[in-house]
Nanobody, 122 residues
């Protein structure tokens, strides 16, 4: 059974850092990514990385502050978030897909984690 399990969320102050992790169980995936959903807003793409390390960011959202990485040996995805602001407050979701094609739409991903809450206070 395929399962994505996120961890690392929490309550932090503006300017702080957090690292999110997503452990994948059951299989490996060509592309893994992070999305986030703030209250009252649609789920948005944050970043994605392929098996060979090709990376795409939502530059408007990330603004050079986030770094996505993966450890293929551990089948784990990471998101290092620095200089957090209250605008980053959201539930962060890990997603994974095996086929090629687009990597930014929500609909492109087959598997999702349960989400981890990140709250940034001002």
């Amino acid at each position: 059974q395929v399962q994505l399990v996120e961890s690392g969320g929490g309550l932090v102050q503006a300017g702080d850092s957090l690292q999110l992790s997503c452990a994948a169980y059951g299989r490996t995936f060509n592309t893994m990514g992070w999305f986030r959903q703030a209250p009252g807003k649609e789920r948005e793409f944050v970043a994605a990385i392929t098996w060979i390390g090709a990376i795409t960011y939502n530059t408007d959202a990330v603004k050079g502050r986030f770094t996505i990485s993966r450890d293929n040996a551990k089948n784990t995805l990471y998101l290092q978030m620095n200089s957090l602001s209250p605008e980053d407050t959201a539930v962060y979701y890990c997603a994974a897909k095996s086929r090629g094609g687009e990597i930014t739409p929500v609909s492109a991903y087959d598997h999702w984690g349960q989400g981890t809450q990140v709250t940034v206070s001002s």
